[in-house]
């Protein structure tokens, strides 16, 4: 129990210090669309993570059908929230008043939608080890939205 | 200091030296792969990150879709609504 109670404070802490990554890769300014870029990047690996940790916990019974379905249709507006975003992103060359507002509004719904899966998915599985194993994997992806939400207040407010 | 390689070297190590920890072995193979991929951006030009994200994002689709037609049999797309008489 003890050894298990240390493994996870370790992968706890693994976690905590990929998000200060995040936050230590100060760049030139003209790296605000390849930060949405990897941050947007980060949210489809994470998802992709819950949906394999969610298969496997299906699989040994340790999620009901009903949570199983809420989270796979939660995921899936997730997902799609983050596709609209990358979709944009990729028509986009530079971050500036035309687009802004687009993408800001993009980022609120990936945002939204995962904060949905987390409260109304998550937060309500019955089973606390299933829900503990995927709640470490949901703050990889809420580490990539405070990269999004730190843009959002900073480095896409106009600046001149 | 690439700290990250060193996580990522210490996270099999720990796996190994905490043979039994059934969900936590599990959940380190997860972080390393998240880790990995975090990494691997750096070695990427911003439109080949946009390509590999567009290109999860459609394997999640898919996925997800799987999910939803186990989970919802009979409630798919244009799945089989009648048997063969």
Known sequence: MKRRKMWTTALTLVLALTCLSFRCGGGPPEDQRRKLVKAADDIAGGISAMIDAKRDLAGKGRITQDEDRRLTQLLTVANDADGAFISRLKSTTVIDASNRADLLSLLSKVTAAVNDLNSSGILRIGNADAQKKLSRIMSSITAAINILAQLQTAAMTPTH | ?85
Not at chain 2, 1 to 20: C, H, K, Q, R, V
Not at chain 2, 29 to 52: F, N, P, V, W, Y
């Open chain 2, 1 to 85: 200091m690439d700290w990250i390689t060193i996580i990522e070297s210490l996270l099999p190590l720990l796996s190994e030296n905490f043979a039994g920890a059934g969900d936590a072995a599990e959940l380190a193979d997860i972080a390393l792969k998240l880790i990995q991929r975090i990494k691997s951006q750096s070695g990427m030009t911003t439109d080949e990150i946009l390509a590999r994200a567009d290109l999860t994002v459609a394997q999640n689709k898919i996925k997800l879709a799987e999910d939803a037609a186990k989970l919802n049999p009979g409630g798919g797309t244009g799945g089989a609504t009648g048997g063969n008489p």
